[in-house]
């Protein structure tokens, strides 16, 4: 699954696959799947449902959460 970082930054870009949700992807990426609303919030310009991505569409993956 494609994620790279952005020059000097702590965001990261996933470029959406067939299959993926916000979901696995916020739990592959923070380990909690419950943090997709970081994934929208994040991407809101190119996501209208959370429910609908598509494959090819490139996120922003912001940094991970800090530690409660």
Do not use: C, H, M
């Given at each position: 699954?494609?994620?790279?970082s952005?020059?000097?930054?702590?965001?990261?870009?996933?470029q959406?696959q067939k299959g993926?949700?916000l979901?696995?992807?916020?739990?592959?990426?923070?380990?909690?799947?419950?943090?997709?609303?970081?994934?929208?919030?994040?991407?809101?310009?190119?996501i209208?449902?959370?429910?609908l991505?598509?494959?090819?569409?490139?996120?922003?993956?912001p940094e991970?959460?800090?530690?409660e």
């Amino acid at each position: 699954t494609p994620l790279y970082s952005s020059a000097a930054s702590d965001v990261y870009k996933r470029q959406v696959q067939k299959g993926d949700t916000l979901w696995a992807i916020s739990r592959e990426r923070y380990g909690d799947p419950l943090l997709y609303v970081k994934v929208f919030e994040a991407n809101s310009g190119n996501i209208r449902d959370p429910d609908l991505i598509y494959p090819g569409q490139v996120f922003d993956l912001p940094e991970e959460p800090a530690p409660e």
